[in-house]
């Protein structure tokens, strides 16, 4: 069974800090792993997309990483900002669907 | 270029009544995508459609639920004689290709499903 694990569930940081956010799956025969972030009431918005021959790819302050090895992957947010306040999802890609992870929801307080 | 449009955005609905749920890919995009996010769960496949096709239904529940993807027009998710669990948000995502290589599946705003 393809699963995919977010920890923490919840994260709450001060404005400024920088923060992991950690996703892990099942399966190391992946397509690929993307990060989203979902606002409260909204759709997703898709941040990074790491192929699976990737190690690593870089959004402004955002960069996330993948060890198909271990099966894990993280999303490391830069100088917070109270904007960042969001619940970051983590999406396993196989041949076609996408496996979610539950999210992290993170709080950047001001 | 306009992004996956879904409609309505919020819909309610009585047990036993029906729901339609629409959704327009990205334009150039045939792949089409549903998932379904019950409260404090993580997104949950349902089915995946080309133009005409059906290629995965392994996550539609196998009573009530189909969806379409015509040769024109949007996809369509029907409930049939729906049921309070069925309150939910359904997502819809398009892709160009096949979402296992380069390109990433791009996501609409979501119905909001409420069942009294």
């Known amino acids: 069974k393809q699963e995919v694990t977010q920890i923490p569930a919840a994260l709450s940081v001060p404005e400024g800090e920088n923060l992991v956010l950690n996703c892990s799956f099942t399966d190391s025969a992946i397509y690929n792993l993307q990060w989203f972030r979902q606002d409260p009431g909204k759709g997703l918005t898709s941040l990074l997309l790491i192929q699976s021959s990737q190690r690593e790819q870089t959004s402004g302050r955002l960069n996330a990483s993948l060890d198909k090895s271990s099966g894990r992957s993280t999303l490391y947010i830069a100088a917070s900002q109270p904007g960042d306040s969001a619940t970051y999802l983590c999406a396993r890609g196989g041949s076609e669907k996408l496996v979610f992870g539950k999210g992290t929801k993170l709080t950047v307080n001001p | 270029n306009a992004g996956v449009m879904q409609n309505p955005r919020h819909l309610v609905r009585r047990r036993g009544q029906e729901a339609r749920l629409r959704c327009s890919p990205m334009?150039?995009?045939?792949?089409v995508y549903w998932y379904r996010q019950l409260p404090e769960e993580g997104l949950k496949f349902m089915v995946y459609?080309?133009?005409?096709?059906?290629?995965?239904e392994s996550g539609m529940p196998k009573e009530r639920f189909s969806a379409e993807f015509p040769k024109e027009g949007p996809s369509i998710l029907r409930i049939q004689q729906v049921v309070r669990g069925d309150s939910a948000a359904y997502f819809c995502?398009?892709?160009?290709?096949?979402?296992?290589?380069?390109?990433?599946?791009?996501f609409g705003p979501g119905t909001r499903l409420l069942v009294l």
């Open positions: 334009k150039g995009h045939s792949h």
């Open positions: 995502a398009s892709s160009s290709t096949l979402a296992g290589g380069q390109e990433t599946q791009y």
């Open positions: 459609l080309q133009k005409e096709n059906i290629i995965d």
